[in-house]
């Protein structure tokens, strides 16, 4: 992502995040961030059909560290798929580790929303009251899931918002995807889809309203990747 889209989509982040800002005002900043980095990533499409070495298939693996890795690990394969890019879940001990197919610059945009989520979402965590007599565990895990379909509807949103009206958008990216998904299939023939889960944790509302109002940019730690080549 070039330097001056990423300092004005951190600068109107700034804004949002000042104290001074009213609710209204905080959701407008966010907004208008969320659809310039939708923009950039239906802009690098239409320039990669003309030239496809210009952003080639490539892939990471992304490891989440604990506490409640599978839940952050949920982020990210919601921010993963709403970007056009592909996740494939792997081992589980202690981590959550994660196997990323996409384009690079959807893969950069993954990682750079993903990141400042994260980051979002444990100070969401922290100021979240525990319930009395809840086990907070399995709050902050029923927290996390709310937290996590916020923020799918709003990048969902941002996206398509951003390929309407753009002529011969929508052929473009499905052929993108395909050829997301037709990597992966090479790499992971036989998958297998995780079972459903079964949560305890009254966290989830209060989550869900924590991701409708979380910055869509940023940077900040949280996760270690490796990339391969694209092959």
């Known amino acids: 992502m070039t330097d001056a889209l990423l300092a004005r989509v951190r600068k109107l982040l700034a804004k949002a995040e000042d104290p001074a800002c009213t609710p209204a005002e905080a959701e407008a900043f966010t907004a208008k961030a969320a659809e310039l980095i939708a923009k950039y990533g239906v802009d690098q499409a239409l320039l990669a059909a003309a030239d496809p070495a210009a952003d080639p298939v490539g892939d990471r693996i992304v490891t989440v560290e604990p506490p409640y890795a599978r839940d952050k690990a949920s982020l990210l394969a919601v921010v993963g798929l709403a970007l056009r890019c592909r996740v494939v879940h792997l081992d589980r001990r202690g981590l959550a580790r994660t196997h990323l197919f996409g384009h690079a610059a959807d893969l950069e945009r993954v990682e750079l929303l993903f990141t400042s989520l994260l980051v979002q979402a444990a100070h969401g965590l922290a100021a979240a009251v525990v319930p009395w007599g809840e086990h907070p565990a399995a709050f902050r895990r029923s927290w996390l899931v709310g937290y996590t379909e916020a923020v799918r509807a709003r990048l969902h949103e941002a996206e398509e918002s951003a390929a309407a009206g753009v002529p011969g958008a929508d052929l473009v990216l499905v052929d993108r995807a395909e050829q997301v998904e037709r990597r992966r299939d090479e790499v ?36 270690t990747t490796s990339s391969t080549p694209s092959g």
């Open 188 to 223: 992971y023939p036989r998958l297998a889809k995780l079972g459903p889960r079964r949560l305890r944790g009254s966290g989830r509302w209060q989550g869900y309203a924590a991701g409708r109002t979380a910055d869509l940019g940023g940077t900040g730690p949280g996760l």
